[in-house]
């Protein structure tokens, strides 16, 4: 059996030391036998980016012995090795604008040093045209530019003003690409999210963007058929560790850690991060790929925005909620997208439009990630946060609607004071957020011929109908309840149906009381 490990992302250190690869040399010959071309793919961090750009490497190095038994080695190639420009933005901690230059010259230099060329030029930009006219020069042949992390100094100055006078660095220096077109054999260029050309890429519009793509959604990731032919020996021992049928192992892993679409027609696939440490860690199912970083950067965007949870997890949306964005106008909705938090569950077209519901992608995503959401709206500790939903869970799985009310005015006591709660809007997010961790079935706002619920809780044998209100009273939430029938929607579902009227005292910051009935 191979070794496995999520910590080693050069293609060659895999292959000589013999780790498990995940044969995805089919997309890389794909890719390359396209002659000169530019590609452009974002995927969420950890995802498997940077092996493919060491793939791709590796390729144009020419080191044909890595790839024996590979796709690739019973295609047609000429295994010709160019030089190969590698420019790793991953680990670029600049926050700043003189930072960002820094790195680059440093980078460059490096570069310049490896291949034997001077640095010259009086800006960053002049010197990678330089770099890459003097390399293909000298080498007489064109160069591969591979470009591993290109967002990433905007990503750490992102919510900044410093943000934008980054991507203004980086739209002249990555336009070097284009102008050096003539010299190029292959471009390739990766990051977590997609900025418009508008934006960073205005000089680079020859890039051909397959994020979307449906030959190549499943290039990135693991599909079923991929980790169960490639984990085969490890479920056979996963089976044994955890007493438990091959079926219901395989169900339990997708549910954690698969769930990931690319694109609207194509297989899922899994993180193959999350299932290497749940292997290396004796088969323990956690939180591994978001322990890997947590996504501050998204939270301080949503809430600025004011973000709508419930809209974007029950209501269709168009393809435009795929698109690039500008650093100064961020759609909380495609950064979510874009960074692996949110996902296509399932789509339908309608007068000509595709239509897109969306979802987290899997237990992994959705349990953390609420966590965190509800941490910060509330600046409640995270453990607080899902000791507290633990018992809210155990309390309407009981069926005590009182008990469980009790603990919901705790929760929202613990709120700290200076945490703004007093509109509608932030406290509707709190409650909703905190009934999608509970894992029971939720429909926040939810339609009837008369009006919207709050908020729909069905579970075991009772339909649960809330309704709340603030800075009025619980009997003013009951009587909209029977004044606009919203039972009615679920009367023949042969189950008890509770009503529950709620308030929510602004000043106090409180739930004030509550009213109990069945309809």
Request: one cysteine or more.
């Amino acid at each position: 059996m191979q070794k496995l490990t999520s910590s080693v992302y050069t293609f060659e250190k895999l292959i000589r030391n013999d780790f498990l690869y995940v044969d995805k040399t089919e997309y890389i010959w794909k890719l390359i036998s396209e002659a000169p071309a530019s590609f452009f793919m974002s995927r969420p961090r950890r995802f498997g980016k940077s092996l493919t750009i060491s793939t791709l490497k590796a390729v144009f190095q020419g080191k044909r012995d890595l790839f024996k038994g590979l796709a690739i080695s019973k295609k047609k190639y000429d295994w010709k090795e160019y030089p190969v420009i590698h420019l790793d933005l991953a680990n670029c901690g600049a926050k700043n604008a003189g930072e960002l230059e820094d790195f680059l010259f440093d980078t460059l230099s490096g570069l310049a040093e490896h291949f034997g060329v001077e640095i010259r030029g009086q800006s960053n930009a002049m010197r990678f045209e330089f770099l890459v006219r003097d390399v293909a020069t000298s080498a007489g042949s064109p160069v591969v530019i591979l470009l591993d992390e290109y967002d990433k100094p905007i990503l750490n100055a992102l919510a900044t003003p410093e943000a934008a006078v980054c991507r203004d660095v980086l739209k002249g220096f990555y336009s070097t690409i284009k102008k050096c077109e003539s010299l190029e054999r292959f471009v390739f260029v990766t990051g977590v999210t997609k900025f418009s050309h508008v934006s960073l890429f205005s000089d680079l519009n020859n890039l051909t963007d397959i994020t979307m793509h449906p030959d190549y959604a499943t290039m990135l990731g693991y599909t079923q058929e991929e980790f169960e032919e490639c984990f085969a020996e490890r479920l056979d021992d996963a089976v044994d560790k955890l007493g438990i049928s091959r079926e219901q192992l395989l169900a339990e892993i997708k549910a954690w850690y698969d769930g990931y679409c690319f694109e609207e027609n194509s297989p899922t696939v899994y993180n193959p991060v999350s299932l290497a440490q749940f292997f290396l860690n004796r088969c323990k199912f956690s939180n591994y790929w978001f322990s890997t970083g947590t996504p501050s950067f998204l939270l301080k965007v949503i809430r600025k925005a004011n973000f709508n949870f419930e809209r974007a997890l029950n209501e269709p949306v168009l393809g435009f909620a795929f698109n690039a964005f500008e650093v100064d106008r961020i759609d909380p909705l495609a950064l979510l997208l874009q960074t692996g938090y949110l996902t296509i569950k399932n789509s339908f077209v309608d007068l000509g439009e595709t239509q897109y519901y969306l979802d987290f992608p899997n237990r992994e995503v959705k349990e953390a990630f609420k966590t965190y959401l509800i941490s910060d709206y509330s600046a409640i500790p995270q453990e607080i946060v899902g000791a507290n939903v633990f018992q809210m869970a155990k309390a309407i799985k009981a069926e005590d609607i009182q008990h469980f009310m009790d603990l919901l005015k705790t929760f929202f006591a613990a709120v700290q004071y200076d945490v703004a709660i007093d509109t509608e809007g932030r406290f509707q997010l709190l409650f909703y957020s905190v009934f999608l961790l509970l894992g029971v079935r939720v429909e926040a706002e939810s339609r009837t011929c008369d009006g919207r619920i709050d908020a729909v809780i069905q579970e075991g044998d009772c339909i649960y109908i809330f309704e709340f209100k603030m800075n009025q009273n619980a009997e003013a939430a009951l009587a909209q309840i029977r004044e606009k029938k919203y039972y009615q929607k679920y009367q023949h579902a042969g189950k008890k149906i509770i009503l529950i009227g709620a308030n929510f005292d602004a000043a106090s910051r409180q739930i004030s009381e509550w009213k109990i009935e069945e309809a």
